[in-house]
């Protein structure tokens, strides 16, 4: 088995897997679509960083920072609903990064190439993987709680504020990762769909997490695989992977 | 703040929106007491309990005794049947353990527990979610209890039960509960004292010299009988 096959396939697995189980809580505070979104925004970042060469989602991170503290911002000014001022800033953000995206990049930029991560990369990346589960593990009920009643949460001191700050950053970790392996067009749905499939086969929120988790993996594996063995990219063959499982979940749906 | 009270307001005000919802509301309670508040729709009630857990911002003041652990039953709690959260794990959410979730699902009158807590919170019907509620609300055993109608959902021979196991329960375990109702008769009974209110305070006092048919034709805007 080639070294690079393997840091992928490692890397595909962790990324997958922190995302899966961060998308059974976006799914559950009805922001699936922000993974979507955020993947977007962080566009000229990751022009920035396929032209000057170093990893995508160094270049991602600082480019989604910016566009959380822009909604905020914005938000703050207008109080305009969140939705929209995502909407404006993440259609901006794809207007700029398209103004220097060299056209032989558009295709890395939008769906992803995992194939060329190192050692390093990998390194780094199951470092911050298991960082931000061990982080969403922590915040997971306090979260869920705050999201069924703020009120409720609040008198159980859980400082909502904190930790949706807290949330956010995860988010904008998540994403930054999920870029490398599926690109800014499709890291939304390596974020909902292992979620969404996790949520028909199960019966807790423990079984709704961790299935999350453990499809977001499986689905990455099976994606890298089929990579190695047929002529198309990694990032849409993974998505698709996500994709049939939830497809067979419909079957298992509890009623 | 004077020994044997655990919460005293004085000349409490609340705005919200530009609209007074409370004014000058002065009022204490003391240890073990069982404090009803009653009140039209719009008096305030609500507002009232959520400003007492500080989610509201106001003028005056509201103070707690030291070191008080505060649980809270609020008016509103909606869960969708989609969310897969087993009734067991919304009471981890406090880390608790087996025992303690069963005796306060007794409390409320809640038997079969080993299903009741495999069932999705989601799926729940509105009386047995406002039990779990009330369950959820007394498994870590605070000192003060808030309960926003609790009642709501919940059939009269349910209500019974539940009051008189709460009563029983809140009688042994030395709580203090402050309680918003709409029901005059059984509530009161149990009451040490009834605090009527629209906006500003109506009345305050023991059960048995509010709950007059006059008095509750001033708080309720009509003849009233209990």
Partial sequence: ?255 | MKNNLILEVRNLNVELGGEKILEDLSFDLGNKEILVILGPNGAGKSVLLRTLLGLHSFTGQIQWQENVHIAYVPESFDVSPGLPLSVKEFFQFKKTDSQKIIKSLQCVGIMGFSKFLEKRLGTLSSGQLRRALIAWALVDKPDVILLDEPMVGIDIHGRETIYDSLVKFWQKKNQTIILVSHEIGEVCKKANKVLALNKRKLFYGKPKEIITPQNLAKIYGSTISV
């Fill in chain 1, 1 to 255: 088995m080639e070294v690079q096959f393997l840091y992928s396939l490692i890397t595909g697995f962790f990324i997958g897997g922190v995302a899966g189980y961060l998308g059974s809580l976006m799914i559950t505070k009805r922001m699936a679509l922000v993974g979507d979104a955020l993947g977007h925004a962080a566009l000229p970042g990751i022009a920035l960083a396929l032209i000057h060469e170093f990893n995508v989602s160094w270049g991602a991170f600082p480019a989604l920072a910016l566009g959380i503290f822009l909604i905020w911002l914005f938000e703050i000014k207008t109080k305009l609903p969140m939705e929209a001022l995502t909407g404006i800033v993440f259609t901006a953000s794809v207007a700029i990064a398209f103004l220097f995206l060299p056209e032989e990049k558009v295709s890395t930029a939008l769906i992803g190439d995992i194939s060329q991560v190192g050692f390093w990369d990998t390194f780094i990346s199951i470092i911050l993987c298991i960082i931000t589960w061990l982080i969403l593990r922590r915040i997971f009920s306090k979260i869920i709680l705050a999201n069924l009643s703020e009120n409720l949460a609040k008198v159980e001191h859980v400082e909502v504020e904190k930790y949706n700050f807290i949330y956010l950053s995860c988010i904008a970790i998540v994403v930054a990762l999920g870029i490398k392996v599926t690109g800014s067009l499709l890291m939304g749905a390596l974020v909902i769909t292992p979620a969404a499939a996790a949520r028909n086969f199960s019966r807790n929120l423990y079984q709704y997490s961790y299935g999350a988790l453990l499809i977001g993996s499986l689905s990455s594996v099976i994606g890298i695989i089929a990579f190695n063995f047929f002529v198309f990219p990694a990032g849409p063959l993974i998505i698709l992977s996500a994709f049939l499982i939830f497809l067979i979940s419909l079957g298992f749906k509890s009623k």
